[in-house]
């Protein structure tokens, strides 16, 4: 590498460590803390889904049918493909590259909200079709089973489960724009790239979720 | 405590990339196929497969310290002993809790 750009001119190691790569690890270990009771969090969720499904087959087969999965497998290839700009932008952090830095991390945040708006377009045709549990149920399309009445059930942990995750990506884009505005400022860098990692990390870990909700939810 | 950080080339980024959206596409094509009860455990290890990917490759898990590695397990870890004494609570006395309900003969409380 030739001069730095971007971020300090020289690594920042706060008193209490005594190198670098110690600093970076202990940041690295926190993170994973920190995602061990997101993946328990989760964890509660999917394990009620699945007691759920175990108990009620008929009605969560008919509930998945009426999700659109076309849309679900397009918001699975925008969500990827975010994961592949925001693992780039570490990249282009560490190797002191500003321009695709900025490029990329903007990118991350547009296909962010893309997979919002899509999700809240679905939100609103589940509404048309009368598929909001409670006082607004009332199927346009009931189903042939034998207590339609349980499909309700497989939309309020369609809801929660969905909704918490939207939750979190809406947490993450918040994140995001605070540590664009510092980018900008030039904060980031081949000597203080982690935040960007760091940042990375729970965006992946949203990722993940997807991953699992995608076929549970749409493709049973 | 560890040595210095790894840059990952960025090939090595898309090369996972396209590893994770074919696994993506092959798990759209598994649900249209007729497995029987096997459907639902393919769709999960493509699931896993595609979480290894994303763990080892976007987060760096591969090129970290083995303490790394055990946070990391940690959580994934803690999940499958939940999971897994809920399952076998439900499966073993899920009728109990069924049974219990008003109307219903109580497996709960009778002698």
């Known amino acids: 590498m030739t001069s730095v750009t971007m971020g300090p001119a020289e690594p920042v ?16 270990l926190g993170m994973w803390l920190f995602l061990a009771q997101e993946i328990m969090f989760f964890g509660g969720l999917f394990t009620a889904y699945a007691v759920y499904r175990f108990k009620y087959p008929d009605a969560w087969e008919a509930g998945s049918a009426e999700l659109n999965r076309a849309i679900g497998t397009g918001n699975t290839i925008v969500l990827l493909v975010s994961s592949l700009t925001m693992a780039l932008s570490v990249y282009f952090a560490q190797t002191d590259q500003f321009k695709k830095l900025v490029a990329s991390f903007s990118l991350t945040m547009v296909f962010g909200a893309i997979f919002l708006i899509v999700k809240a377009f679905e939100y609103h045709e589940k509404y048309t079709h009368g598929l909001i549990p409670g006082a607004w149920w009332d199927p346009i399309h009931p189903p042939e089973i034998d207590d339609p009445s349980k499909m309700q059930l497989f939309f309020i942990m369609y809801f ?16 995001a724009a605070v540590m ?6 030039r904060k980031f860098g081949p000597n203080k790239y982690m935040p960007v990692e760091m940042f990375g990390f729970y965006w992946h870990f949203v990722d993940i979720v997807w991953v699992f909700l995608f076929p549970m939810v749409y493709l049973i | 405590m560890s040595e210095e950080h790894h840059i990952v ?28 009860v096997m459907n639902l455990p393919i769709a999960l290890i493509i699931a896993i497969m595609k979480t290894l990917c994303i763990v080892l490759f976007f987060m760096n898990v591969k090129y970290s310290s083995h303490l790394t590695w055990v946070f990391a397990g940690a959580g994934f870890f803690w999940f499958l002993i939940m999971i897994g004494f809920i399952i076998v609570d439900f499966t073993e006395f899920g009728g109990m809790y069924t049974n219990s309900l008003p109307g219903s003969q109580s497996a709960i409380g009778v002698p």
């Open chain 1, 13 to 28: 190691i706060p008193h209490h460590f005594e190198t670098k790569p110690q600093h970076n690890e202990c940041n690295i």
């Open chain 2, 9 to 36: 080339p960025w090939k090595n980024y898309a090369i996972n990339f396209c590893v994770i959206t074919v696994l993506m596409f092959l798990t759209v094509w598994v649900a249209d196929q007729d497995y029987g």
């Open chain 1, 180 to 185: 664009m505005i510092m980018m900008l400022k």
């Open chain 1, 160 to 175: 929660i489960m969905t909704g918490m995750h939207a939750f979190h990506m809406v947490i993450g884009l918040i994140i």
